[in-house]
T-cell receptor, first 115, second 116 residues
């Protein structure tokens, strides 16, 4: 099955600085890579995703890059704000062969933005 | 609120009791997933429905767990004879069909289960 590694597990940045979170995956059949933000006690919320047919995607202060050859993808947050503080999860998606489209998640990165 | 909803949000039960959780997906989504999330971990896949058909179950889903989606709309997840190791957040997600590649999954707020 798919295995997703996520680094770092914790990240502290000063407000206004950039934050980068990196993930690697093992299964070359994975073709969809979403990022979720989860605040304490709340649902995971999709913040950006990238499909295997593109290498980079941006949405305002958030960008994601994908290197299919190396099997890694990264989340970049620029001009960080205190409200960016949360746990961020990467995931890799693939058809399981039994009919479902599965997401395998990393273990998460706790981002703290210091005012 | 047109997002995924789950009920109850919190459940405390004693070991050995049965519990049932409900998930209402986004109305036009025909695909529904259940996940389990423990502290400090990402969500782990439990089972998947396409309309009313349960197409896949994870090895994590022991015989004490059963899920249904009788009319292809809401779904229930039942845990029989609960154990302390079942304590976790149970998340439901739904997705529309037709996206390619990949299916965007939208999560509900989860049901936090504590087994005493």
């Amino acid at each position: 099955g798919e295995n997703v590694e996520q680094h770092p597990s914790t990240l502290s940045v000063q407000e206004g600085d950039s934050a980068v979170i990196k993930c690697t995956y093992s299964d070359s059949a994975s073709n969809y890579f979403p990022w979720y933000k989860q605040e304490l006690g709340k649902r995971p919320q999709l913040i950006i995703d990238i499909r295997s047919n593109v290498g980079e995607k941006k949405d305002q202060r958030i960008a994601v890059t994908l290197n299919k050859t190396a099997k890694h993808f990264s989340l970049h947050i620029t001009e960080t704000q205190p409200e960016d503080s949360a746990v961020y999860f990467c995931a890799a998606g693939y058809f399981s062969g039994a009919g479902s489209y599965q997401l395998t998640f990393g273990k998460g990165t706790k981002l703290s933005v210091i005012p | 609120d047109t997002g995924v909803s789950q009920d109850p949000r919190h459940k405390i039960t004693k070991r050995g009791q049965n519990v049932t959780f409900r998930c209402d997906p986004i109305s036009e989504h025909n695909r529904l997933y259940w996940y389990r999330q423990t502290l400090g971990q990402g969500p782990e896949f439990l089972t998947y429905f396409q309309n009313e058909a349960q197409l896949e179950k994870s090895r994590l889903l022991s015989d004490r767990f059963s899920a249904e989606r009788p009319k292809g709309s809401f779904s229930t997840l039942e845990i029989q004879r609960t154990e302390q190791g079942d304590s976790a957040m149970y998340l439901c997600a739904s997705s529309p069909s037709g996206e390619s590649p990949g299916e965007t999954q939208y999560f509900g707020p989860g049901t936090r289960l504590l087994v005493l």
